[in-house]
């Protein structure tokens, strides 16, 4: 069993690193010895979940890890519920959609709809990024139990303060409880100094998010835009959206 959770751990940072890994980070990315790091490489290379660039030496993922992520996108309900209603956003907005989940601390793209400008925000599905930054984080971590709530906080305090919020704590709990109140979060240059986001949770019936949708642009477009206009409106597809599931799954 140990064998296959440093293989997964392994996968996981392999689709993480951009432009790849060399067996020297991935040795230093897990923590496992050099030679352990190279055999489970090349174990995830003849399986087909991992490419070695001849030239280079690197290893990247292989397209089996897609088989997975559409195994994934084909039988989510709340994928497929989402997908036209985010259609319909981006074609109103004409900027792009994002469709966003919390695991753990952390918030991941699991769907996204691109703006048909030239300009635009660009989110690649499985993108990992922290709570703390960014209109959807605010949203997911606004919309989660207390409890939870304040343990992925201590963890960011205690151990991620590299990623702490850009106005600092205090401003961002206080941001957190207008989030609660209004429904939906914006975001100026959070993660990116050039984007503008702003956010609505799609709620379970106890009121924890589900998941977040978002709509981005470059910060000059939407600062001239109606942002309460776009917000009222995302969050009109959100609460369409969570009636669906809900439909679903009583």
């Not at 989940?101 to 400008?117: F, H, K, M, N």
């Not at 606004?142 to 991620?160: G, I, K, N, S």
């Not at 914006?186 to 978002?214: C, K, M, N, W, Y």
Request: glycine share 6%; hydrophobic share 45%.
């Amino acid at each position: 069993m140990r064998a296959v959770e440093r293989a997964l751990e392994l996968l996981v940072h392999l689709a993480q690193a951009r432009g790849g890994l060399a067996v020297t980070e991935a040795h230093q990315v897990t923590g496992l010895h050099k030679a352990t790091a190279h055999r489970l490489l090349t174990t995830l290379e003849r399986c087909g979940f991992a490419v070695q660039d001849p030239a280079t030496r690197r290893y990247r993922p292989g397209y089996r890890v897609l088989e997975l992520a559409a195994g994934f996108l084909r039988d989510s309900e709340l994928v497929e519920v989402a997908l036209p209603e985010m259609r319909y956003v981006r074609d109103k907005t004409r900027e792009t959609v994002t469709l966003y989940v919390r695991e753990g601390a952390d918030r991941i793209c699991i769907q996204r709809v691109e703006s048909p400008q030239s300009v635009r925000q660009v989110v690649s599905i499985g993108e990992r990024y922290p709570l703390t930054r960014g209109a959807a984080g605010k949203v997911l971590l606004a919309f989660t139990a207390d409890e939870e709530r304040q343990r992925v906080l201590q963890e960011y305090m205690a151990r991620r303060t590299q990623q702490a919020p850009v106005h600092g704590w205090e401003a961002f709990i206080g941001e957190l409880d207008e989030v609660r109140h209004l429904s939906w979060a914006i975001s100026h240059g959070e993660r990116d100094p050039q984007v503008t986001a702003i956010a609505a949770p799609i709620l379970s019936a106890d009121g924890e998010a589900l998941a977040a949708l978002s709509v981005s642009g470059p910060a000059t477009r939407l600062a001239v835009a109606d942002t309460a206009a776009i917000a009222r409106e995302v969050v009109e597809v959100s609460n369409h959206i969570a009636r669906r599931l809900a439909m679903i799954n009583p």
